[in-house]
């Protein structure tokens, strides 16, 4: 027998505020008592949701369950800025530029964006939450600027289109004057995160799919061809199991100081009205991705996807204990609004509606996990900062891997490497951070 206690759960301070924005949802389906089930997956965001999706595609008739620590869109699906990207986006690289088979990695996120796309229609998601308007580079120096040439070549030699913004036009997307210029490219589909993880979890529901809410897994345990997981008020028992958890992955005892738990902060303002929304001008919707990988990213959105908007999101921060607390979020959200100040004076000093932290995990050598871990256990973790496009591949591949199919996902990720080991805790914490101060001030001078 197997037993594998899970040494943490979940822990995210502040508010999802993109599933805050958004009408409450109907009330919770509680576990209780003993459940069974063909497949089990473990977390509910954009990898479990993709694998409960590609099983019923696959297996249309098997008892699928889904198990969600927090409410659907309150986790690491609902905390994040929305960017479904298709081009290179390494982010510990300069200017994204990939390392390995960037033309095999464009096609493998297109292939995660046409999956969502035929999901929207399929569950009749709002479209407004899987919107592909593309994305700019922003550069606010000469130096930001050379980074965004630099990737335009990159993606030239790719065969990939990309139009470089003067400062007017970035003004007159933005109403922000912060920036020199701006690189766009039109493939990045701009999602509400937590409007798009919901219409998924509906539309699983509706095929048969049972999606169990605040029912984190306190243990996982084998005992012939069956694994179970235990919550605090039930079991799931199944002959397959599939982790979709992340960097929690380290929590079930898998790939113990492999993981690097980094978190980002983010914050949004209030609903603007109509008279800040003339003062601000610029358009409607736009998302903007830092030149410097290190740098700052700022979203608006309208109504459509949860009110007239901005947000703002920076400052990293390496947890190896997967823990941040309030305090950090304060702290973070007085430098936010200083960034959103600088960039948009005519709003300077509106308080901020939410703030919160999200999750991420990366490996050093830019690695997933998505493979076999056991007899009848999978994984689709480690997104390595991409939860969006990395999640809903790493969930399609674990799935697949569950029922015999064999794809390009499976032999893309099954490919490569296991994550490289890190530095013990405290040189890990120490040298980590030191590293991502000093880069996130470069990035502030870029």
Request: hydrophobic fraction near 40%; aromatic fraction near 6%.
């Amino acid at each position: 027998m197997t037993i594998r206690s899970v040494k943490t759960l979940p822990k995210l301070p502040g508010p999802a505020a993109w599933n805050a924005i958004l009408p409450p949802q109907p009330p919770s389906e509680p576990l209780s008592g003993p459940h069974k089930a063909d497949v089990m997956v473990i977390g509910g965001g954009f990898a479990g949701l993709s694998a409960a999706r590609r099983l019923k595609q696959l297996e249309p008739n098997a008892k699928v369950v889904v198990l969600e620590a927090t409410r659907i869109a309150d986790g690491s699906a609902g905390r994040n800025s929305g960017f479904m990207i298709d081009l290179p986006h390494e982010l510990t690289s300069d200017d994204y530029a990939g390392a390995g088979d960037d033309r095999a990695m464009i096609a493998l996120n297109r292939q995660a964006q046409a999956f969502g796309r035929t999901a929207v229609e399929e569950y009749n998601i709002d479209p407004n939450y899987f919107d592909q308007v593309g994305k700019v580079n922003g550069a606010v120096s000469a130096a930001a600027h050379a980074h965004n040439e630099t990737y335009a070549r990159h993606l030239a030699t790719l065969g990939e289109t990309s139009e470089m913004l003067d400062h007017q036009e970035m003004h007159d997307l933005t109403g922000s004057k912060h920036y020199q210029s701006g690189l766009y490219t039109a493939g990045t589909v701009m999602l509400q995160p937590a409007g798009y993880i919901r219409g998924l979890a509906h539309g699983l529901r509706n095929q048969g799919v049972a999606v169990f809410e605040n029912a984190p897994v306190t243990q996982l345990s084998r005992e012939g061809a069956s694994w179970t997981a235990k919550t605090p008020n039930g079991s799931v028992s199944a002959e397959r199991a599939i982790l979709t958890v992340n960097g929690h992955l380290e929590s079930f005892g898998f790939e113990s100081g492999r993981l690097m738990q980094l978190f980002l902060f983010a914050v949004m303002t209030p609903e603007l009205d109509t008279e800040t929304c003339a003062r601000l001008g610029g358009k409607s919707r736009w998302g903007i991705t830092p030149s410097d990988p290190m740098g700052t990213t700022m979203r608006r959105i309208d109504t459509g996807q949860g009110g007239n908007r901005i947000i703002t999101r920076t400052c990293a921060v390496v947890a190896p204990n997967a823990r941040i607390c309030a305090s950090q979020v304060a702290r973070a959200g007085k430098m936010m609004q200083r960034k959103f100040d600088a960039r948009f004076p005519q709003l300077a000093g509106i308080k901020m509606a939410h703030a919160w932290a999200g999750h991420l995990c990366l490996s050093l050598n830019g690695v997933s996990v998505m493979r076999k871990l056991d007899t009848g256990l999978y994984s689709g973790c480690v997104q390595n900062g991409l939860g969006t496009a990395r999640g809903t591949l790493t969930g399609i591949g674990a799935a697949e891997l569950a029922c015999g199919v064999q794809s390009n996902i499976t032999e893309h990720f099954g490919a490569e490497a296991a994550p490289k080991r890190l530095p013990p805790g405290p040189l890990q914490r120490i040298g980590a951070n030191a590293l991502i101060k000093y880069k996130e001030w470069r990035a502030s001078n870029d």
